[in-house]
């Protein structure tokens, strides 16, 4: 079984819905990370989290917000999607001891039409 | 955090051993070197890192510099399955601010 796991891995949505994509991993890790990626860039880090009591912004957090509803659960809203937010969505996690070794999931291709 | 440099792309011929330079001329003493690969969209995968000495596992090696401005991430004998885009990421080891800075990394592909 994956130790990090996103649901969906495929959404199309339409302009101004929210939805809301989720991620759970089994690897006992305090931190989360969620970063986006678009066709032929590199990751951009959105939100990240040290401790369920802890969200912080990356660099482009603006139109997302965070949930971290358990240590093994971090999940990732867009309020009012907008067509620019179409983009493959990667979320990671790594250990408190651990540096930067930071473990993905799959991914969740996301579509705003 | 310091910057990279890598080439856009590289061609390797399988079963031979594929190296990828990176340049990180302004890092830090207590600044780590990472890599990563990322195989056609899937999750970024870690490969290994390092600090000044030179690192080995079961996926590759990584040669560090004397002066630890520069670095090679080995592949001593490429295969189909390693066609994919690496990255070779600086990052202190320490502190609260944890963000990874990805570049565009190198594409390497691995030719029969």
Redo the contacts between chains.
């Keep these: 079984d994956a130790d990090v796991t996103q649901t969906p891995r495929n959404r199309i949505t339409k302009t101004g819905k929210r939805i809301m994509l989720e991620c759970s991993q089994t690897k006992g890790h305090d931190r989360m990370y969620w970063y986006r990626q678009d066709p032929g860039l590199g990751l951009r880090l959105i939100y990240y989290s040290f401790d369920v009591k802890d969200i912080n912004k990356g660099e482009i957090s603006d139109g997302y917000s965070v949930s971290r509803q358990a240590q093994a659960k971090f999940s990732l809203s867009l309020e009012s999607a907008i067509p620019n937010q179409t983009a493959l969505y990667f979320c990671a996690t790594s250990a408190l001891a651990g540096g930067e070794t930071q473990y993905f999931g799959p991914g969740t291709r996301l579509l705003v039409l | 955090d310091a910057k990279t440099t890598q080439p856009t792309s590289m061609d390797c011929a399988e079963g031979r051993a594929a190296n990828l330079p990176c340049n990180h001329s302004t890092i830090s003493g207590n600044e780590?070197v990472?890599w990563?690969r990322q195989i056609h969209?899937?999750?970024?995968?870690?490969i290994i890192?390092g600090l000044k000495n030179n690192e080995t596992n079961e996926m590759a090696s990584l040669i560090i510099t004397e002066d630890r401005k520069s670095s090679t991430l080995i592949l001593p004998h490429a295969t189909l399955r390693d066609t994919a885009v690496y990255?070779c990421?600086v990052?202190r080891?320490a502190g609260?601010n944890?963000?990874?800075i990805?570049?565009?990394?190198t594409s390497l592909a691995v030719n029969p």
């Design positions: 780590y990472y990563y969209s899937q999750g970024p995968q870690y890192h990255y990421i990052r080891n609260n944890r963000k990874l990805w570049g565009l990394g």
